[in-house]
């Protein structure tokens, strides 16, 4: 088997509604998937994690460069092709986009292996610890309304995440530390007993995230993400030193390099992978051996299409217990809960992950057929495909 083409596919549509977070507001959803054909018929599916114009330059990685590096190479000798492209692309970045790109393409890959073996992901990696798994709902978006009008909206979002079945919620965070802080309260109010968690997305000094971390710990927040820039690693260090809320991010780093100089500053309480950006299922494998080994859980950090979700769900299975025991500690799959085309039409057969929460006390099934286990609608992709 030799693959002989690799597709990218760039699909966008107007949101019903602008959304925001502390970096920016956007009115268009992206998705970026990866298609490997090979010459035998069997063809694999990625995703890229890259919103916005973002995903036009991976787009032109993925054609451009690293298509013609594997071309004429067997795609179940994964490793050997994840090596060879990084090790080409090194000198011009060992980080960011060219990841990204390289992401797609190996999540696509081990979806042909599991299609040739007739196995799903789980079970190439090593066999499912858990057959489904708890997610949460993720919401309560930035806009451009008043304080007030923001703590009332997330008061009532938070609540309705919780009513549709979620066992926990995260919000944003975003207009200034007095100001988040009242929001937080309004979140902790509509969750109940149920847990919520606070996104910053990067936006605070360090002091500043100590004033709001602080204000979590009362109000009993699960855990503070991405508080700081990530490059801050003893920032991170010294939050987890002087917090009790959970620090928890990772979401921009990428390979095992960069994970291991987290990891070794002991600066989470729990580590947020992104498979779609720090190397794909390849690397995402290491990085999750490296955060055990370090004691360090992991949460998943899940934004995308429903190519995305299904290759979550096969890692989430996968993932060992850490620590084990009667009642171990578990993952969660993070549920973006706004508006996303990509996620809930994309497929012939939708994961349907909101009635799944639904009906089954918060909890979601991992795919079992072949692969990813799901099948993309080609008129639906040629239907929001835009050209470059």
Sequence with gaps: MKIIEIKSHVLQYDLPEELGYSQQYYAK??????????????????????????????KGIVEKVIQPMVLGMDPIDRDVIWHKVYNLMRDHGQKGMPLQALSG????????????????IHKLIGGAHRKSVRAYGYGMMLKRESADDHIARFTDEAAAIIGMGFTAAKMKVGLGPQADIKLCEAVARGVGDARFMVDANHCYTTSDAFYVGRALEELGAYW?????????????????????????????????????????????????????????????????????AHFTPVVNHVWGSAIAV??????????????????????MLEFDTTDNKFRDELLTEPLDIQRQVATNNGFVSVPNGPGLGVVPNLDFISHYEIAS
């Design 29 to 58: 959803r992206t998705a970026h998937l990866v298609e490997v054909v090979t010459d035998e018929g069997v063809t694999g599916w990625g995703e890229c994690f890259g919103p916005g114009n973002i995903a036009y330059a991976n």
């Design 105 to 120: 393409v190996d999540i696509a890959l081990w979806d042909i292996a599991g299609k040739v073996m007739n196995q799903p």
């Design 224 to 292: 503070f993400e991405e508080p700081i820039a990530p490059e801050d690693l003893d920032g991170y260090r010294e939050l987890r030193t002087g917090l009790k809320v959970n620090i928890s991010g990772g979401e921009a780093e990428f390979n095992r390099w960069g994970w291991r100089s987290i990891l070794e500053n002991r600066g989470l309480d729990i580590a947020q992978p992104e498979v779609c950006a720090l190397g794909g299922i390849s690397e995402y494998l290491r990085v999750m051996a490296l955060c055990h």
């Design 310 to 331: 299904a290759t979550n769900l096969h890692l989430l299975a996968a993932m060992p217990p850490m620590p084990g025991g009667l009642f171990p500690w578990e993952p």
